[in-house]
């Protein structure tokens, strides 16, 4: 059999193509090392660390000694508040916040998605800007609004509609702290989810509405429910999990509005706050590691929930 032409004496096609595959998974590996470094260094590494201290007692000072489940233990059978205030917090916050911020996302994006682009270019910057301003507006903003005398922006317009008769004191009553905490988290929640959603429902071509219309679409609910959501998934996927851990994390709006850790009689206190009182004010960062460790576990499940929701099936 005569060898193919331009095949150096000595090297097969199959040693050739083989040599090609080798050389293509080196680079691929070079290329993939410096994000596997970043990757191990803040976030694996982290992860594991606090699990391993989650099965200990550490004050920072003294060694690390191993007490077993004992951190688990008392945390689900023997801290009343994480069980009576810190977790139904959370899981209310979370499915107001989490939810509700997700769901006014889209809808903000949608309607944005129907004006002129100046205007929508306007527009998103305004809703955006919450998200990046942070701890510096709840602090200049809502505490002067929610001030607890006359001139709080609130008071003052209660007292001017006679809907009450004295300033009320609402960073400190804690039947009114968690409400204030929702108002603040979800003025904020125009995050980079938004954005996302908003540039989703602006690259879906526009000729699938058209087709939907002539095959008997009737009303924009339809239009959402049967050619917006699911020509964007990815998009939505994406909303989601920022959402999720957006609203697990913004334990720092309580201590802002309150000024202290822990929040009035506990009513804002979420899982971020508790781990912060045990691990740095407490300095209990063994039993902070095991708290750290529930909210890691409570994520992920969240974040799988959305997975499947949202991921695309491959058809086979």
């Known amino acids: 059999m005569a060898r193919k032409k331009n095949m150096p004496e000595g090297i097969t096609p199959n040693a050739s193509h083989k040599r090609m595959v080798d050389t293509d998974w080196f680079r691929g590996l ?27 007692h550490f004050d920072v000072v003294n060694d690390p000694k191993f007490a077993g489940l004992e951190n688990y233990l008392t945390l689900f059978t023997g801290d009343v508040v994480f069980m009576k205030y810190v977790l139904p917090n959370t ?19 949608w309607v944005l998605a129907q004006v002129t682009p100046r205007a929508r270019t306007l527009y998103s910057l305004a809703m955006y800007t919450p998200s990046m301003t942070g701890q510096l507006m709840v602090t200049i903003i809502f505490k002067a609004a929610f001030s607890g005398d006359q001139n709080g922006i ?43 959603m908003l540039s989703g429902i602006m690259n879906i071509d526009q000729e699938l509405y058209e087709a939907a219309y002539v095959d008997g679409l009737r009303n924009r609910a339809q239009e959402i429910i049967y050619i917006t959501v699911p020509s964007m998934k990815p998009q939505m996927l994406f909303g989601a999990v920022m959402s999720i851990v957006g609203a697990f994390n913004m334990g720092w709006i309580g201590i802002s ?21 045990y691990g ?37």
């Open 154 to 196: 609130v008071n003052a317009w209660l007292l001017q509609l006679r809907a009450i008769d004295q300033p009320i004191q609402w960073l400190i009553q804690p039947e009114h702290f968690m409400q204030i905490m929702i108002i603040v988290s979800l003025w904020s929640s125009m995050g980079i989810g938004f954005l996302s």
């Open 280 to 316: 740095y004010l407490r300095y209990e960062m063994g039993y902070a590691a095991a708290v750290s460790v529930v909210l890691l576990c409570l994520v992920w499940i969240c974040s799988q929930v959305a997975n499947k929701l949202f991921t695309e099936k491959e058809d086979f």
């Open 91 to 109: 899981v209310m916050y979370a499915i107001i916040v989490g939810i509700g911020g997700y769901v006014l996302s889209f809808l903000m994006a």
């Open 257 to 277: 509005l309150a000024g202290s850790n822990p929040t009035p009689e506990y009513s804002g206190q979420l899982i971020v706050n508790h781990i912060d009182d």
């Open 30 to 56: 070079v290329l993939l090392l410096p994000y596997a470094l970043m990757f191990a260094t803040f976030i694996l590494a982290p992860v594991m660390i606090a699990v391993g201290l989650s099965f200990t």
